[in-house]
């Protein structure tokens, strides 16, 4: 393992539970802004920092210094630790480094404490001989979107404490930071590492390079087998007790045990409301409500967590407001986002299906009024124009914004506004008000009707306004004015929801259409790639990722909800098991051996989808596989 492009391209990312976490690339050098060995939360799971960029290594055998680590500056790569790499190894939120020369072999894991932004470093010599080790920690002290550069102010002052324990300030005043090492001495040393440059952040148009300073090393000698173990925390944390253990009890394939450890890393705890929420994506996004109703389908209900799913669902209840849960929490103190026509819907399948998985009639009693007042609040009008025609149709739209999934927008551009009624949107309002009727008949025991609101008129004019004559449903309309119809994944929810509006031989035809004009190995384009406004590849500057962010490129969640349209149509038969099991193979290879390890990214490409790209572990890239494969009616081959 000695080629840096590779390894550089590949990364590794550890978490704490409540938004920190541990990241970094495969050859030592951090890549991206991103990038840290303790990157703490200190509003979980907002306000994160980057406190310890990375750690420097110096290994002494036999008389010869050996560099472990690495950083890319302009021209070069000094030091050239990776040429010394041997293996790498993922289980249970712990990566594992095993380096060897001639003669030594040191073993380096890196793990965090849940519930703390705590990281831990242990380094093992598995060799038969003793070697001496110098470990540099090299410090900054920055909002994780941002970059450090050298500054008088920023001192780094290091307070000795009782039992080889540092406390450190960046600066006086400062939220101080620690260091524990289990044996060895610290050593002062005073300098700054300068015009470290980070090739992902060059690559996306942003300020790409950055200053990091030391303030000492760890000097210790290991004999055979002995390790020294290294800690860098804030001290302090939240509690929470440990998320219960599935209840799962099938035997399930390695790739899906290994996608339910990996689903853990968007598990966090949110201060505000100390309840569970998920993270978005590593490792810019925070908790969203589209992403967290979608994601915890797969992540928490179907794998059979019903504490941590009804925990998520109660955090985002608290803050529905006029009759919409909110799209961002903020980092900050800035208002909540309510700028979604989708997340509140998503609300609906999220507790249907929990209520399907878990049968907890007692919880989704005490939901019913806040169903009953969002679907009022949609048949009236609610923020951003949204509300019900009268042909019983969902509509939103406001200039300026960007309400549906398909939200990229960049300098106040709005790329896919898709003002009017979106197709997905209103195959969400179909099934919210069935799944209205449904769960008012398991508590009541019948249904409860809300005047204005029909699901038979919904139905009749989903078919009429939608279905076209080219064997497909048209992406946006409003009736008796205009009609979208740009080949777009967003009905593949005509077959992948829980309630179809669409006789068979209309899915059968959705289903041929998104198969020759969308689907890949990795996921679904986003738009046709005959049509005009196709982007093949997502690359450059903001504007334009951003105006290509939905115009092709390949989303890999889309690829659960196809194979649910597709298990659906075939009734989850056992050939069809079979053809998803097998057309899942370019996932299972990205999740093992691309990107970021164990992970599934963001997107891909459009055209030739290959290497992951934007975050590189998205939670419902994950998840939808996990829904897919921990369904009940699914089944694998013994």
């Known amino acids: ?67 472990l680590s690495a950083n890319q500056y302009a021209g070069a790569v000094y ?92 600066h006086y005043g400062a939220r101080p930071f620690f260091v524990q090492h289990s044996k060895g001495e610290w050593k002062d040393e005073d300098f700054w590492v300068n015009h470290i440059q980070y ?81 978005a ?12 109703m979608i994601a915890m389908r797969g992540i928490s209900i179907a794998a059979g967590r019903q504490e941590e799913a009804r925990s998520i669902l109660q955090t985002f209840l608290k803050y529905v407001d006029k009759g919409m849960l909110p799209n961002r929490f903020p980092d900050g103190d800035e208002p909540l986002e309510y700028n979604t026509v989708d997340a509140t819907l998503w609300l609906f399948v999220a507790l249907y299906e929990y209520h399907q998985t878990f049968g907890d009639t007692e919880f989704i009693g005490a939901t019913l009024p806040v169903l009953e007042d969002i679907l009022e609040w949609h048949i009236k009008g609610t923020r951003y124009n949204i509300h019900q025609t009268g042909e019983g149709l969902l509509y939103g739209g406001q200039q300026g914004q960007q309400l549906t999934w398909m939200d990229a927008r960049v300098n106040g551009y709005v790329v896919t506004p898709r003002s009017g009624c979106p197709v997905e949107i209103n195959l969400l309002w179909y099934n919210a008000i069935c799944i209205y009727d449904s769960l008012t008949e398991a508590v009541a025991g019948n249904s409860q009707a809300i005047p204005g609101l029909d699901a038979e008129t919904t139905k009749g004019s989903i078919t009429r306004y939608f279905v076209n004559d080219k064997g497909y449903l048209n992406d946006v309309v409003i009736p008796g004015h205009l009609v979208d119809d740009a080949i777009r994944p967003n009905q593949v929810y005509a077959l992948s929801l829980p309630f179809s509006p669409l006789d068979t031989a209309a899915k059968e035809a959705i289903l041929a259409c998104i198969e020759t004009n969308l689907y890949t190995g990795l996921g679904l384009r986003t738009l046709d790639t005959k049509n005009a406004d196709f982007k093949p590849v997502y690359e450059g500057d903001a504007w334009q990722r951003d105006t290509a962010y939905h115009q092709g490129t390949v989303w890999p969640f889309l690829w659960g909800e196809w194979a649910l349209a597709y298990l659906n149509l075939h009734e989850f038969s056992p050939w069809a098991c079979k053809t998803i099991w097998d057309r899942s193979a370019q996932l299972r290879e990205h999740f093992y051996n691309e990107g970021c390890l164990h992970a599934i990214s963001e997107i891909f490409d459009g055209l030739e989808p290959a290497a992951g790209k934007g975050c590189v572990q998205q939670a419902w890239s994950v998840a939808m596989l996990l829904r897919v494969f921990l369904d009940k009616r699914f089944h694998f081959e013994q």
């Not at 480094?97 to 470093?121: C, D, H, P, R």
């Not at 994506?281 to 967290?292: A, K, S």
């Open 1 to 67: 393992m000695q080629d840096f492009k590779t390894l550089s391209n590949t990364e590794f990312l550890v978490t704490n539970g409540i938004g920190g976490y541990a990241s970094s690339s495969l050859s030592g050098a951090n890549t991206r802004r991103y990038h840290g060995l303790l990157v703490a939360s200190f509003n979980p799971p907002t306000e994160r920092m980057v406190l310890v960029s990375k750690l420097e290594e110096t290994l002494v055998f036999d008389g010869q210094a050996v560099q």
């Open 79 to 170: 030091p050239q630790g990776f040429m010394n790499l041997r293996a790498t190894a993922y289980q249970k939120n712990t990566f594992t480094f095993t380096y060897s020369g001639n003669g030594w072999v040191l073993e380096k894991q890196i793990a965090m404490i849940q519930g703390q932004n705590k990281t831990v470093v242990t380094y093992t010599n598995t060799g038969g001989h003793e070697l001496s080790l110098t470990i540099r920690p090299l410090l900054v002290f920055r909002d994780y979107h941002s970059l450090f550069r050298q500054n008088a102010y920023y001192d780094f002052y290091v307070e000795r404490q009782e039992g080889n324990e540092l406390k450190i300030y960046a």
């Open 199 to 279: 090739e992902r952040e060059k690559e996306r148009g942003f300020d790409f390079t950055e200053d990091i300073r030391s303030r000492g090393c760890i000097e210790v000698v290991l004999g055979s087998n002995e390790n020294c173990t290294l800690a860098f925390f804030t001290g302090d944390g939240i509690s929470s007790k440990a998320a219960p253990e599935s209840v799962l009890q099938k035997e399930l394939p390695r790739f899906v045990e290994d996608l339910l450890d990996s689903s853990r890393q968007f598990v966090v705890q949110r201060q505000s409301t100390h309840g569970c929420t998920l993270i």
């Open 281 to 292: 994506g590593y490792h810019w996004f925070t908790d969203w409500g589209r992403d967290t």
